[in-house]
């Protein structure tokens, strides 16, 4: 019996040692691929990205390319024609390119090499300006972009290149010009922009303060225009004109904006004369025009506070 039993033993494991063994297959081999790095861009590509960048005011890395398309343009202005502008009729080898940007794409027509850019598109122009002018509104007041919308965005004419501002000291060419009229607004403040149909010329409309300093012994021939939007417009003209521009928040502190704003909301219209009296050999000429949403009117100490603001915000503008 013992002998049946060791038999049957040895009998079943034979069997277990010809049946067929599970394969195990071998782990599988991971090949890395190689990383593909973006093609570089084009000259054309890297100028017309640059444009877009410095007139949406984004960053380079917030813009996306969706498409470039090599174009034979039929003349000098690459397929756009603002008005009263004349193209050299020639064939211009170039591109028309593509961007995407806060979820709105921007056509641009570049010459080959991208010395010549220029942004096409009607409603997406329009709409770019105002993007334009929002950021430029906050910048320039220190404002959440959030804070400001778009209240008009009308077409208009102008009699004239300066889009109907005058400002001390700048010439405007008598011709009509079309452009637009956009009003922007930000804790119940509307602020007027007027712009020209090739987005070229972009021009703040409210001023709240001139100031004109003339004469004097050192023969001052000196003005500055400051705006509601926070634009500041200087002309220095002692040896020659010489105007420039800046803006409030590069300009003033925080302090010095808010004590603006709080001359803007309490005081009415007033002209303020600091000037020398007449007959005065050498005389010295000062004077503002101030243009405020209030009612009130200065004191002599309040008075002297403005002339210093501005005559310190002119030096400044000229450092």
Known sequence: MKKTIFACMV???????????????????????????????????????????ETLNLPVDQI???????????????GVHPPDVMCTQALVEGYKIVFEADGAEYELHTNEMGSAVVIDGGVELNSMIEVVLIKQLAENLGLDTGSITVVSNEPAEFGNTCLGVAMENVMCAEAITPGRIVILESDGIQYEYRIS?????????????????EGGIAGFCDSLTVFLSGEIYGNHCKSQPDDTMGTFTALLSNEEIEQFNSWFSRYGQVSLDASDPKGVADGMTLVIEFYGSGNGKPGQPVQREIFTWAQELFQRLYN
């Open 11 to 53: 009998l079943i494991l034979l069997l277990m040692a010809c049946a067929p063994q599970p394969q195990t297959e071998p782990p599988p081999t991971i090949t890395e691929q190689p990383t593909r790095e973006a093609a570089p861009m084009t000259p054309a590509q890297t100028a017309a990205l640059t444009h877009l960048s």
């Open 64 to 78: 996306a390319l969706v498409s470039t398309e090599a174009v034979i343009w039929s003349d000098g202005c690459l």
């Open 197 to 213: 149909d090739d987005g070229r010329h972009i021009q703040p409309v409210t001023i709240t303060l001139t100031w004109k300093r």
